[in-house]
């Protein structure tokens, strides 16, 4: 059973760069056609995408996040990464990573809450 | 960019109802759509991808139905583990789209 944990700080400070990492267990992340993607979560905004990274480095991230999203993988230790840049309060949230295949996220981690405050 | 609208947003149910929850888009997404149920505190997990197509594991009382605009997500039987709030998602070239969820709680 494939399972994915997120980790990283649960508190950021405005303007500061929010870094979370998604280990992955159960399965290869350079395994199959996955894709390994980030959703977050927030009573103002519902479900949001933000990005997805695949094992060869090639990313795709939501457009409304401009250039404040990267995404990277680290295959050695099977876990992917995320940075959200320049955060203001409206980038709290639950942050989710997910694995992606076909067309939609088929396993979740539990989540963790992220608040951006000084 | 493609919106997805849900409809109810809230129900009220009782234990062995048929539930159905509509999900619209703004323009055709063909059979492009899956259905997660999330309870409180938990991830979203996947009930239904590519409109009807169920998961492995997922009791059959779930079901999904509709292509184009719009989709349907029923219920035949509602059971007490079924109380959660249910998204609809488009994907489409990269770019995944949610509605807005629709909640179920107990009448």
């Known amino acids: 059973q494939v399972q994915l944990q997120e980790s990283g700080p649960g508190l950021v400070r405005p303007s500061e760069t929010l870094s979370l990492t998604c280990t992955v267990s159960?399965?290869?992340?350079?395994?199959?056609?996955?894709?390994w993607g980030w959703i977050r979560q927030s009573p103002e905004k519902g479900l949001e995408w933000l990005g997805d990274v695949h094992h060869s480095g090639t990313t795709y991230h939501n457009p409304s996040l401009k250039s404040r999203v990267t995404m990277s993988v680290d295959t050695s230790k099977n876990q992917f990464s995320l940075n959200l840049g320049s955060v203001t309060a409206a980038d709290t949230s639950v942050y989710y990573c997910?694995?992606?295949?076909?067309?939609?996220?088929?396993?979740w981690g539990q989540g963790i809450l992220v608040t951006v405050s000084s | 960019d493609i919106q997805l609208t849900q409809s109810p947003s809230a129900l009220s149910a009782s234990v062995g109802d048929r539930v159905t929850i509509t999900c619209r888009a703004s323009?055709?997404?063909?059979?492009?759509l899956a259905w997660y149920q999330q309870k409180p505190g938990k991830a979203p997990k996947l009930l239904i991808h590519?409109?009807?197509v169920l998961e492995s594991g997922v009791p059959s009382r779930f079901s999904g139905s509709g292509s184009g605009t719009e989709f349907s997500l029923t219920i035949s039987s509602l059971q007490p583990d079924d109380f959660a709030t249910y998204y609809c998602?488009?994907?489409?070239?990269?770019?995944?789209?949610f509605g807005p969820g629709t909640k179920v709680d107990i009448k």
């Open positions: 998602q488009h994907y489409n070239n990269f770019l995944f789209t």
């Open positions: 997910a694995r992606h295949y076909g067309s939609d996220f088929d396993f």
């Open positions: 590519r409109a009807s």
């Open positions: 323009q055709s997404i063909r059979e492009w």
């Open positions: 159960g399965d290869s992340i350079t395994s199959g056609h996955y894709y």
